[in-house]
């Protein structure tokens, strides 16, 4: 018995869109789901109640970034990331190696794991399958994921492969060093204090290549997981080729498992996504572009610097019941930008982290009312198309 696992209430009569339940030890999360990204054990620019009370269900955080700042060890100390951080609610954890691997120069990969120098200090650091996991396990987030190599694009079929295999084999080795860690504890229990409160994730890779991606799919279905994610799309791909790819490979991730796209958040995205049959979704972009002063609203981006907003005393989104929304007008948020004011990095963060997280809520009613095709149109003829240059 896994900690984590997942019902799967219907799929869309039209659509592959899935409504789905996730059991965790620290509480159930409504699929389809978006999860507000908090790099450094914060949601930037929000606390963690706010994140709360605007109804995220469950957060990422990022290993990486723990391990080199305070280190897994002191977070272990603090009681795990749960209580450091003051967040009762579900964690999902990351494996390191996307930010490993996004170091470019500055990392070498070989079959033990991957060598690099810390973006912060260049000291010299390994993090490996078995390493990965022991942050992981440390951190004490709910779900945790295996630790891949993520392949760039455009990348050629003989890299991609390679890559590929690699990650089946980093995925073995670890499930055996989680498996290890859970025995010693009595196995994986969805009951917080007994057992391993922990589900690992494999990932699947292949690139752009659809056969790949089935081969990486059935490698990695071999072991019995909580749950799959697909890695190594939205890296610089055209959204149309990741769309094709979701499209020929999903089906290949086993039917009663959730299936996550990684680092995948921009409105039009949730939607095919969710289309295509993907249950859970992250993304620093809704609060990386809020600290620029670009805001998600029911009627498209709104670039709150524009000067067309200095007198314009009506709200970001007059569709949206946040807290930004009810009480500051977008020349106040124009005037707060233009001060570099911190207020200003809070309010559009939290629209923008409200605006998604309502439109996923609104996602998943539209499933239940098999009604998912009638709101995807009529979110698309108010939102537009998407921008993307950030
Ligand atoms: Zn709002």
């Known amino acids: 018995m896994h900690a984590v696992t997942f019902e799967l209430h219907k799929t869309d009569s039209r659509t592959k869109a899935r409504r789905g339940t996730l059991t965790t030890p620290h509480g159930k999360i409504e699929t389809p789901i978006f999860m507000p990204v908090g790099t450094a054990a914060t949601v930037k620019a929000q606390r963690a109640d706010e994140v709360k009370e605007m109804g995220a269900q469950i957060i990422l955080s990022n290993t990486y970034h723990l391990y080199l700042r305070p280190g897994h060890e002191i977070v272990r100390e603090a009681g795990g990331l749960h209580r450091f951080m003051h967040w009762d609610l579900p964690i999902l954890t990351d494996s390191g190696g996307f930010q490993v691997f996004s170091l470019g120069k500055m990392r070498k990969i070989t079959e033990e794991g991957a060598f690099f120098q810390s973006h912060i200090d ?40 390679h890559s590929l295999e690699l990650t089946t084999r980093w995925l073995r080795r670890c499930n055996e060093a989680h498996e290890e860690y859970a025995a010693r504890l009595g196995g994986e229990s969805q009951v917080l204090g007994e057992g391993c409160n922990q589900s690992l994730f494999g990932i699947m890779q292949g690139g752009v290549y659809n056969d790949l991606r089935k081969r990486s799919a059935e490698q ?20 149309e080729i990741m769309y094709e790819v979701l499209e020929e490979t999903l089906d290949c991730l086993p039917k009663e498992k959730p299936r996550y796209l990684m680092g995948v958040g921009s409105p039009d995205c949730l939607f095919e996504g969710v289309e295509r049959g993907i249950d859970m979704f992250d993304c620093v972009l809704p609060t990386r572009i809020a600290r620029h002063g670009m805001a998600m609203t029911s009627h498209g981006r709104v670039n709150i610097k524009n000067k067309k907003y200095e007198r314009d005393f009506t709200p970001l989104d007059p569709e949206c019941d946040c807290e ?67």
């Open 324 to 390: 930004t929304c009810r009480n500051y007008s977008r020349a106040y948020l124009r005037h707060l930008f233009k001060c570099d004011e911190i207020l200003s990095s809070m309010l559009m963060t939290h629209h923008n982290l409200h605006f998604l997280i309502r439109t996923m809520d609104r996602i998943r009613q539209a499933i239940d009312e098999d009604r998912f095709t009638e709101y995807k149109k009529e979110f698309y003829s108010k939102y537009g198309l998407e921008q993307d240059n950030v």
């Open 220 to 239: 990695i279905t071999e072991l019995d997981l909580a749950g799959y994610a697909v890695g190594g799309l939205s890296v610089g791909e055209p959204k």
């Open 122 to 161: 260049g000291s010299r650091h390994m993090l490996s399958p078995e390493k990965s996991m022991e942050i992981q396990h440390a951190l004490g987030s709910d779900i945790i994921m295996a630790f891949d190599e993520c392949a760039p694009y455009p990348a050629e079929r003989k890299y991609v492969e």
